[in-house]
């Protein structure tokens, strides 16, 4: 099983450019499946999560041509099986996407129920109660969500989420496009990836308005044809390099990034001692060799500070100046990266949903394991501040949603290498 090892103790210093956002690739690559004819998507990040949807379309008889820097053309109308299998759920949550617009276009499916998550129970209740108010006959057995819509159209209704869910939001969006009538998602997510999905499904025909808002209103069209989407900078593997070099007191200027999506974890930046200055696209981040100063966080869905930016900032909150409480509201179960920083040094005490990390100069390199993608990406950082070796096994999360990671870093001048 792969490894990292990583040298720490140099502040970074370079340029890279930023990749397409998982979190977007994942239900636009999805949203294909509404599409009566071709559509092809661009910018899409090489990850393994990518792959595994990738795969999951494929497996459904959907044709997919991967073409030069990961531009992927996808025609759903060869689909013939409806099925989203166990051993593909398993591996990627996101797959749960697909049940959304197989249930809109053709009135039927059959999708494995997500387990259980390193991060908490993460349920999909909201999905299922959605689609069922609109017209959906929903049954769950054998571990597998069953269902069909009895040959109908889906209906449009207005449906108020109990809970913000970024994926439940896309499902019910995608859903809606085909529904017959107007449905109004209220209390909906309004994360950047909700928009990017909406403006590829309606370059596809779709009527949607208020996405990015906590009301969306969507008008049912009889069929949506292919479109050409190009998506979105990723705003956590920015917000990872950003807070990596600020970690290590160094320097870093990210181009293809998409600032105006980061308002809240470059705030944070800039109160930990940063100096920011960014352009449409670039964001340039300078710490001039001074340690970070603390910084408290609260998680919360966008517009706030971000669920996947947590980890991250436990790790800059291990080595800066003072004391700082980080906040988790989205996940119950988020702070398995505390324990393996602990074994680093650092200085952390977690109390319920609240971890007070008080800063030490220098954690000490060890080996660590990483259980989540974002808690691998914030041991990651807590290597390169450290005095020694660290080496971080379990990296395959990693390979999940950081494209070409040892790269990017050792761009920014770290000593990282991948070891079997
Ligand atoms: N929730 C419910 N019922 C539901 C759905 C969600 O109670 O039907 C709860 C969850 O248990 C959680 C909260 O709502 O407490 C928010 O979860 P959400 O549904 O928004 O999470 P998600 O859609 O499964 C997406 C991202 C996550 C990110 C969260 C929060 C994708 C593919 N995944 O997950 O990304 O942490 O939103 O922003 O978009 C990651 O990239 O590392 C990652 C975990």
Redo the contacts with the bound molecule.
């Keep these: 099983m792969d490894k990292l090892l990583i040298t720490g103790g140099r502040p970074l210093d370079g340029e890279i450019r930023v990749s397409g956002a998982?979190?977007s690739s994942?239900?636009i690559l999805a949203s294909t499946l509404l599409a009566e004819t071709p559509s092809v998507i661009g910018n899409v990040p090489h990850l393994h999560?990518v792959t595994s949807l990738i795969e999951l379309l494929g497996r459904m008889g959907v044709e997919v041509v991967i073409g030069d820097r990961m531009r992927v053309e996808i025609n759903s109308s060869t689909i013939k099986d409806f099925t989203a299998p166990y051993e593909l759920v398993k591996k990627m949550?996101?797959s749960i996407?697909v049940l959304g617009p197989l249930v809109a276009r053709f009135g039927q499916a059959i999708v494995s129920l997500p387990g259980g998550c390193a991060?908490?129970?993460?349920?999909?209740?909201?999905?299922?109660?959605g689609l069922t108010a609109m017209g959906a006959d929903i049954e769950v057995k054998n571990g597998y969500i069953h269902a069909t819509t009895h040959g109908k159209r889906l209906k449009g209704c207005r449906f108020v989420f109990?809970?913000?869910?970024?994926?439940?939001t896309?499902n019910l969006l995608m859903a809606a496009t085909l529904a017959e009538g107007t449905t109004i998602l209220e209390n909906a997510?309004r994360?950047p990836?909700i928009v990017d999905l909406a403006e590829c499904l309606i370059a596809m025909g779709a009527q949607i308005e208020g996405a990015g808002t906590d009301k969306i209103v969507v008008r049912g069209v009889p069929a949506l044809h292919g479109c050409v989407h190009e998506v979105i900078a990723d705003r956590?593997e920015t917000g990872t390099y950003l807070c990596a070099a600020a970690a290590t007191g160094g320097r870093i200027r990210l181009r293809d990034a998409r600032p105006d999506t980061l308002d809240a974890v470059l705030d944070k930046l800039v109160e930990a001692g940063a100096s920011i200055s960014t352009t449409a696209d670039t964001i340039e981040l300078d710490m001039k060799g001074n340690r970070p100063k603390a910084v408290s966080v609260r998680t919360a869905?966008?517009p706030a500070f971000?669920?996947?930016m947590q980890a991250q900032f436990c790790a800059l909150n291990a080595v800066a100046e003072g004391t700082s409480t980080i906040i988790e509201t989205?996940?119950?179960n988020r702070f398995m990266h505390v324990l393996e920083m602990q074994r680093m040094g650092a200085d952390f005490t977690i109390e319920g949903h609240t971890v007070v990390c008080r800063g030490v100069p220098k954690l000490s390199g060890a080996p660590v394991m990483a259980t989540?993608?974002?808690a691998s990406a914030s041991l990651v950082i807590a290597a390169l501040c450290a005095d020694g070796d660290t080496l971080i096994d379990r990296i395959y999360h990693i390979d999940r949603?950081y494209e070409c990671i040892e790269e990017k870093f050792l761009a920014l001048g770290a000593q990282i290498r991948r070891v079997g």
Excluded at 119 to 129: E, F, K, W, Y
């Design positions: 998982k979190n994942l239900p999560d949550r996101a996407l991060i908490g129970s993460r349920p999909v209740d909201l999905h299922l109660r109990d809970v913000v869910t970024v994926t439940g896309e997510a994360e990836e956590i869905p966008y971000p669920t996947d989205v996940f119950e989540d993608l974002r949603g």
